[in-house]
């Protein structure tokens, strides 16, 4: 079930990965009703992905991933909170980390076979409701409440928690942009298993964007998987952000056995700030992590207990 996997991989999890995408994002953002008809015109799908738009009414049916997000935002607020005296029926959460995935350009298009912006095709021309999603915020407040330990006011926030604040609780970090990478990467090849996925998966939404126009056929492609050459680039985007993956697990596991809070400021965003920042230049020696002394410790790489790493909606690649 939706609970015993996905819920509770979340509760024992050290680090949460949301794969964000259009596919992911859009399907919560309502299209305005008074623009619905234009954006549909200009590319924007009424169905992302094939799933029905959230409105934030008693008529959206339950969102499995905006229940994740609702759980993980308040998973780790709860750990800011209490910091000092932490209840272990939380949960092992110490970091949220998205991996954020644009478009994959359409043969022809002049960045092709790379990837767009994902904030230029987040919410799929739609804006995220300012009020919840009944369904999936009741079913992720019962859940907290039941299987976390929270109290009825801390199940309550997380009910009274609106589509936008739980999107935006994790898009507003500054995660694995995962199409920043330099030029000239050099090419890699597909494994056997990999081949398998020419032809699957979703591109993107067939709209113009960054000042290129699509002609006809590349917003056909659009709605096709993706082809080889968008693989092999989409593989070696992967690759190289894979330091990025490995540095926050042990610094997660370094927090967990310090018993410190890995994120030190305001929400969840210290950590990805950090090392976004630092990720950018070369470095000979080890990051370092704010320890609970308030001094600057070297973290010491190790593997984490395997079943205290992945979570649902969660990639460790590795």
Not at 63 to 76: C, G, M, P, R, W
Request: glycine letters at 10%; aromatic letters at 6%; charged letters at 25%.
């Amino acid at each position: 079930s939706w609970e015993d996997g996905f819920a509770s991989g979340l509760l024992h999890s050290l680090c949460f990965f949301p794969l964000l995408s259009y596919g992911a994002t859009a399907p919560m953002a309502a299209l305005p009703p008074d623009q619905k008809d234009q954006l549909i015109a200009a590319g924007w799908e009424e169905r992302p992905a094939g799933r029905a738009r959230l409105e934030g009414s008693g008529q959206d049916a339950e969102d499995n991933l905006l229940k994740e997000f609702v759980i993980a935002t308040s998973l780790l607020e709860q750990r800011q909170k209490n910091a000092g005296a932490r209840n272990e029926e939380e949960g092992d959460l110490e970091v949220a980390f998205p991996i954020l995935v644009g478009r994959q350009h359409p043969a022809g298009h002049p960045r092709y076979p790379g990837m767009g912006d994902f904030f230029a095709v987040q919410g799929g021309g739609g804006r995220y409701p300012t009020s919840p999603s009944p369904a999936s915020a009741d079913a992720a407040a019962s859940f907290l409440q039941r299987r976390a330990g929270f109290s009825a006011h801390a199940a309550e926030a997380a009910r009274n928690r609106s589509v936008s604040a739980a999107v935006k609780g994790l898009t507003a970090l500054q995660g694995c942009k995962l199409w920043e990478t330099p030029a000239g990467m050099a090419r890699v090849e597909l494994s056997k298993e990999q081949r398998d996925l020419i032809g699957r998966g979703y591109s993107g939404p067939p709209v113009n964007l960054e000042g290129v126009s699509l002609t006809a056929e590349q917003k056909l492609r659009c709605h096709g998987g993706l082809d080889e050459e968008q693989l092999k680039m989409l593989k070696a985007q992967v690759q190289y952000h894979m330091p990025s993956f490995h540095e926050i697990i042990d610094r997660a596991v370094l927090a967990q056995k310090e018993k410190q809070p890995l994120t030190v400021d305001s929400g969840m965003g210290r950590l990805a700030r950090n090392y976004v920042s630092s990720r950018r230049r070369p470095r000979k020696e080890p990051a370092r992590v704010l320890t609970s002394s308030g001094s600057l410790a070297r973290p010491e790489p190790r593997e984490p207990p395997a079943d205290r790493v992945t979570s649902s909606s969660t990639v460790v690649p590795g």
